[in-house]
DNA sequence: CGAGGTGTTGAGATTTGTCAACCTACGTGG
DNA sequence: CCACGTAGGTTGACAAATCTCAACACCTCG
């Protein structure tokens, strides 16, 4: 049920789902769309979140094509995003996990131009769009933080540009591994041992590579001292080294 | 003077940056910014982008780490974006062209993380970041377009994505060029004849090759019969090969 | 006319992909 | 509770794509 890894603190205790739907308690809201809304404002975003969804693991919680009506806060769980060439190849363009949005792609066309798949079991919350467009109109902090996600959405892309376009396998590897622990640090994981919610392949593809180079990343780093391998349970013994892979910063 | 391509119609005469500094005289009008606002509201907007700025080829409109308060169309010219690695490395992000938005990638962290370089002499106008929020929480077609645009940026990177991830050299040049063409003909240039405004290596680093296996593709493409190639001028002769390789859509 | 930046081409090195075998973990049902 | 089936993961040998390095051609501009 928690994001990834085993030992530390959860977000929020399993209780919480019995609360009434609202961001005023939720423990996402310092990373999520509301973070910077004063409290004076917040119950307008309550309203605006008036629904959730439960997702299984393997759900798409939309899929390439879909009608876009709404945009979803990852509550609990950890989702994948794809796009697909025609002849069948695809990409994965994203890993999210709490506090995160998924669907904004679908506001340029009006309809989502991914799919979004739960990696576990998950939770989300719908914003409907149409109701965030006017609240963005009259709460100011709201549509900063709302132009802010869409910007960092933009600039995470081109980081992964970056990755895709000029790195080499290794340093691909050690570039997710970082970036993946520090979001779950930032959501109260420990930054050194996780599980990965993900496959080889997902990884892979996610990354520009087959699964069987990803896997003999994983191997290398493991015979170097770098990682403690066993199947998606990861222990990242010198992440020193894997700072020195990717030459720093871009993660 | 012209974004590219030789023969076609000039969106604009060259007289026009004559005239005052305003959306509603301008050609662009209906690829840019003020896209579906209404001619009631477009006066208002004529406010917000009071001032042009001109640059001469190689100049940077701003560079990682510049404070971020204005983005900015594009009115004449071509620009590229990069980002950079710590050790040196950079990635081309995109290329842009008349009535294309640079410098979203500063709302996030209130700092410029690309650097935008005119790719030959260019005109653009300049749009207070804190005037176009306000304007946009008053006029809803604006606030609308510019979500749009912010999301189609999300798109486009995605596309890129799926490019460098899955995509081999042939396909990736071949996508290149049809989504030039794309955005050059809808701008009213030739869709099968331009004049590329980057080098080889420019577009090996946006593509994520090396110099040397961009011209080896240009060269196979040249004795397939599907390009005209000379030094940047191309012709595109058979623009449906281009589309096969890439397996159709996603340009 | 020459210099420097840009583009092309070839040969060989390197990285990553492909294919195949095999191993491991996990869930299901007997 | 165990056996088995299946999905996922690892590893090796080889193939293919791309990169690297080097030589040279071309073009533009001073």
Same mark, same amino acid.
């Given at each position: 049920m928690e994001p990834a890894?085993?030992?530390p603190p959860p977000p929020e205790p399993a209780t919480a789902s019995a609360l009434r739907v609202a961001c005023t308690n939720c423990s996402l809201r310092e990373l999520c769309l509301p973070m910077g809304v004063s409290t004076a404002d917040m119950a307008r975003i309550d309203e605006l979140v008036a629904q959730r969804r439960t997702l299984r693991r393997g759900d798409l919680l939309f899929r390439i094509g879909d009608p876009f009506e709404a945009v979803y806060a990852v509550r609990t769980g950890f989702f994948?995003?794809?796009?697909?060439s025609p002849d069948g190849r695809d990409q994965v363009t994203g890993?999210?996990? *709490?506090?995160? #949005? @998924?669907? @904004?792609?679908?506001?340029?066309?009006?309809?989502h131009t991914c799919d979004a798949v739960a990696?576990?079991?998950s939770q989300v919350c719908v914003i409907p769009y149409g109701q965030l467009e006017t609240l963005t109109r009259e709460v100011g902090d709201l549509q900063r933080q709302f132009h802010r996600i869409l910007s960092r959405e933009i600039v995470r892309d081109q980081g992964v540009m970056?990755? #895709?376009g000029s790195m080499r396998a290794e340093e691909r590897v050690a570039a997710f591994l970082l970036n993946l622990t520090r979001r779950l640090e930032e959501r109260g994981f420990s930054a050194t041992s996780l599980v990965l919610r993900m496959t080889r392949e997902e990884i892979g593809t996610y990354l520009g590579l087959k699964l069987e180079t990803v896997s003999r990343c994983f191997s290398r780093f493991h015979d170097e001292g770098i990682l403690q391998v066993r199947q998606r349970q990861?222990?990242?013994?010198?992440?020193?080294? @894997? +700072? +020195? #892979?990717?030459? *720093? *910063?871009?993660?």
């Open positions: 890894s085993p030992p994948k995003t794809r796009i697909s890993f999210q996990m *709490a506090g995160e #949005l @998924l669907g @904004l792609d679908g506001i340029s066309t009006e309809q990696l576990e079991d970056l990755l #895709l990861i222990r990242i013994v010198d992440p020193e080294a @894997l +700072r +020195r #892979l990717v030459g *720093a *910063a871009c993660v």
